[in-house]
C-alpha cells in the first residue's frame, strides 16, 4: 500500500507502479526536464521534494540517517502487530514505469544497478523559500 498522504513529518519515498497513459498525460511528464545516470552509488539530500517518472532503469534507494528510519517505522508500526518481523527494510526499490515521490529532507544513497533515465520536478511549494541561502 502506498504511504497516507497528510501523514506529516513522515519521511518515506513513496512509489506508484503502472500508471496508465490518461495519468501520464494528466501530469504533463513529457514536459518536465530529463535526468540520466550509469549504474553507480549516489547520494541524494533532497532540499525540495521531487516527483520523477523513471523510463528505464533500476533503482535501491537506501535511507541514510537514523531519524529517516525512525519516521518512516513510526509511520509503519501504526496498526501493525507484533509478529516477528523486524524494522521496515531500510530501502525501497523502483524502476521502469514507477511514478516516484520523494519528500524534501530525505537524504538517501541511490543504487542503480541498471542505468536510469527519468523526467523529474521539483515541487516550489514556496511556504517561505524566496532566498537562496538556507537556514537550517
Not at 553507480?40 to 523510463?55: F, H, N, P, R, W
Not at 513510526?74 to 501493525?80: L, Q, S, T
Not at 525501497?92 to 530525505?106: H, N, S, Y
Amino acid at each position: 500500500m502506498a504511504a497516507e498522504p497528510g501523514s506529516s513529518g513522515s519521511l518515506r519515498i513513496r512509489v506508484e507502479n503502472n500508471l496508465s497513459e490518461a495519468r501520464l498525460s494528466e501530469l504533463n511528464i513529457k514536459c518536465w526536464p530529463k535526468w540520466g545516470c550509469p549504474p553507480g552509488k549516489y547520494q541524494l539530500k533532497y532540499d525540495a521534494e521531487e516527483t520523477c517518472y523513471i523510463v528505464r532503469g533500476k533503482v535501491k534507494a537506501y535511507y541514510n540517517s537514523n531519524k529517516n528510519r525512525k519516521e518512516s517505522n513510526a509511520e509503519e508500526a501504526k496498526g501493525r502487530t507484533k509478529t516477528g518481523h523486524a524494522e521496515p527494510p531500510a530501502y525501497v526499490e523502483f524502476g521502469a514505469g514507477d511514478l516516484v515521490t520523494i519528500p524534501k529532507g530525505i537524504s538517501c544513497t541511490w543504487d542503480v544497478s541498471a542505468a536510469v533515465d527519468k523526467f523529474y520536478k521539483f515541487e516550489s511549494s514556496s511556504s517561505s523559500s524566496s532566498s537562496s541561502s538556507s537556514s537550517s
